[in-house]
Nanobody, 116 residues
Framework: QVQLVESGGGLVQPGGSLRLSCTAS????????MSWYRQAPGKERELVAQ????????NYADSVKGRFTISRDNARNTVYLQMNILKPEDTAVYYC?????????WGQGTQVTVSS
């Protein structure tokens, strides 16, 4: 059974940093496109960052380029999202996603709140 478990969310002041983790079981992350999505209240879920299975190339939403970094540790079967210079508009539930062909899996989400 596949499980994606996110952690690392919380409350942070504007300008601060957080690192989210997504640990997978039941699949090997190096064989999947691994992504972070977020959903703010009243808004649609949006892609934040993605790391592809082959070569490790990354893609980012324009709103987070230069501030967020996605990475993976294959030995730990874990994907990270380093978030720096956080802004109030980054407030959302962040979800980990694994995709390969027709297989798509989601984590339960972790809340990130940026507020003073």
């Amino acid at each position: 059974q596949v499980q994606l478990v996110e952690s690392g969310g919380g409350l942070v002041q504007p300008g601060g940093s957080l690192r989210l983790s997504c640990t997978a079981s039941g699949l090997t992350i190096s064989r999947y496109y691994m992504s972070w999505y977020r959903q703010a209240p009243g808004k649609e879920r949006e892609l934040v960052a993605q790391i592809i299975s082959t070569g490790g190339s990354t893609n980012y939403a324009d709103s987070v380029k230069g501030r967020f970094t996605i990475s993976r540790d294959n030995a730990r079967n874990t994907v990270y999202l380093q978030m720096n210079i956080l802004k109030p508009e980054d407030t959302a539930v962040y979800y980990c996603n694994a995709g390969r062909s027709t297989f798509v899996y989601w984590g339960q989400g972790t809340q990130v709140t940026v507020s003073s």
